[in-house]
C-alpha cells in the first residue's frame, strides 16, 4: 500500500508525435482515458484549461464556466478529483513568442485571459490549484526580450492572477529550455526566489518534475528537499531523462534508479501529501508503443513508485546513521547499492 495519492494528466496518454514524425496511434478519447486512470490507481487528474473546455477560445466566460461544471459531475462520478488546471500557453499562434513576456501586448492580453479561464476552471472542478508551466517564457534569440523587464511582466501577470481570485495557488513548474532555448524561470530555486516579489509569496509555490531538474543538470531529489525546507513543494511531475538532451518524459526510474529511490525518501521522510498534495506523474509512452499498450508506462511508473516506496521502508537508518558517524561513505553507499540490487 502507497502512502501516496497519484495523479495524471490526460497528455500523458498520446498519440506519439515527435518533433520529427505525425501521431502513431489512434486518439483515445477522453473519458475513457478518465475511466482508465482511476482503474489502474489514480485518484487525481491535471488538468490543461483545453482538456477541460476544449475550443474555449470561442466561448465566453460563462459558456466555459458551465462546461468546467459539466466535467465536474463526470469526475464526482468516478470518485476523481480535480488536482490543478494550468493554462495552455504553448499552443495558440498568438503565444508564439510567450504568453505573459511576449513582446506584443496584444499576446500579452490573450495570456492574461486564458490565465483567469483557466482559474474560473479550478474553481468549477473544486481545486485552489494553478500551475503554470512557464513553456515559452524565455527567449529562441537573447537580444529579443530584456531580462529584467521580462521577469517584471511575469511578476505583473502572477499578481494580477493572484488579485484575479484570493483563494487560489499558483504552481511555477520551472524548466530551464525546450521549447525556448534560454528559461527565464528555469529551476526551483529561481522559482522561490521569484515567489517572494509577487504580492503573496505565501501562495505562490513550486511543482518540480524530475527530468527538467535533469535538464538543468541538478539532481531531483535534491530539488525536493530544498522546496520542502521552504515548505513550497505543493506538486511533483515524477519521471525520468537520460541526462541532457531532448526532453523525453520517461517512465519514473527507469534511468536514474539511485536518484528514483533518493527521491521517494525525501518525499517520505520528510512526509510530503500531509497536506493532500498529490504525487503527479509526467510520463509519455515511447512512440514504438502499440495502442493497445498506450497505459502501460503509467502502470510501469507507479509500480516503480511502490516498489521503491518499499525500499525506503526497509532502510536501516540506524545503519545509515552508524556509517555516517564513521564518516563510512564507502560503505553507506555499498549498503544503498545492495538495498537497491536487491541484496
Ligand atoms: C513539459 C511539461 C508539461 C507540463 C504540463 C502541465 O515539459 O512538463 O507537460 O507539466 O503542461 O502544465
Ligand atoms: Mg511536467
Redesign the pocket.
Known amino acids: 500500500m502507497s502512502k501516496f495519492k497519484f495523479s495524471v494528466?490526460p497528455?500523458n496518454v498520446h498519440e506519439g508525435a515527435d518533433a520529427f514524425g505525425p501521431d502513431i496511434r489512434a486518439s483515445i478519447p477522453f473519458d475513457y482515458k478518465l475511466k482508465k486512470f482511476k482503474e489502474i490507481g489514480f485518484s487525481g487528474i491535471?488538468f490543461?484549461d483545453d482538456d477541460v473546455v476544449t475550443d474555449m477560445n470561442d466561448l465566453t466566460e460563462e459558456q466555459i464556466k458551465s462546461r468546467a461544471g459539466e466535467l465536474k459531475d463526470y469526475l464526482d462520478d468516478l470518485k476523481l478529483e480535480a488536482e490543478f488546471v494550468?493554462p495552455?500557453l504553448w499552443l495558440d499562434p498568438r503565444t508564439a513568442d510567450g504568453g505573459f513576456t511576449s513582446n506584443s501586448a496584444s499576446d500579452r492580453e490573450f495570456a492574461l485571459w486564458r490565465a483567469y479561464r483557466s482559474i474560473d476552471i479550478a474553481k468549477q472542478l473544486g481545486t485552489d490549484r494553478i500551475?503554470l508551466?512557464l513553456?515559452r517564457e524565455g527567449t529562441l534569440c537573447a537580444e529579443s526580450k530584456d531580462p529584467v523587464e521580462s521577469i517584471d511582466k511575469l511578476r505583473q501577470a502572477i499578481d494580477a492572477m493572484l488579485a484575479y481570485d484570493p483563494s487560489i495557488k499558483i504552481l511555477i513548474?520551472p524548466?530551464p529550455n525546450?521549447p525556448i532555448d534560454r528559461s527565464f524561470i528555469p529551476t526551483v530555486g529561481h522559482v522561490l526566489g521569484f515567489a517572494n516579489s509577487t504580492s503573496d509569496p505565501s501562495r505562490v509555490g513550486a511543482l518540480l518534475?524530475s527530468a527538467?531538474a535533469v535538464l538543468a543538470g541538478l539532481d531531483p531529489a535534491f530539488e525536493m528537499g530544498y522546496c520542502l525546507v521552504h515548505q513550497k513543494l505543493w506538486g511533483v511531475?515524477l519521471n525520468d531523462q537520460n541526462s541532457i538532451r531532448y526532453?523525453q518524459?520517461k517512465s519514473f526510474g527507469v534511468e536514474n534508479i539511485r536518484s528514483a529511490f533518493n527521491q521517494i525518501k525525501v518525499l517520505t521522510d520528510h512526509q510530503y501529501g500531509s497536506n493532500g498534495e498529490f504525487v503527479g506523474l509526467?510520463v509519455k509512452a515511447m512512440r514504438t508503443q502499440s495502442l493497445e499498450k498506450s497505459f502501460q508506462h503509467l502502470e510501469n511508473s507507479l509500480k516503480i513508485v511502490k516498489l521503491l516506496e518499499e525500499k525506503v521502508a526497509r532502510l536501516d537508518t540506524s545503519r545509515v546513521n552508524k556509517y555516517r558517524e564513521m564518516r563510512n561513505y564507502e560503505a553507506l553507499e555499498m549498503y544503498i547499492m545492495e538495498l537497491l540490487l536487491g541484496e
Open positions: 494528466g497528455w491535471q490543461h494550468a495552455r500551475v508551466w513553456a513548474e524548466k525546450e518534475e527538467h511531475h526532453d518524459d509526467d
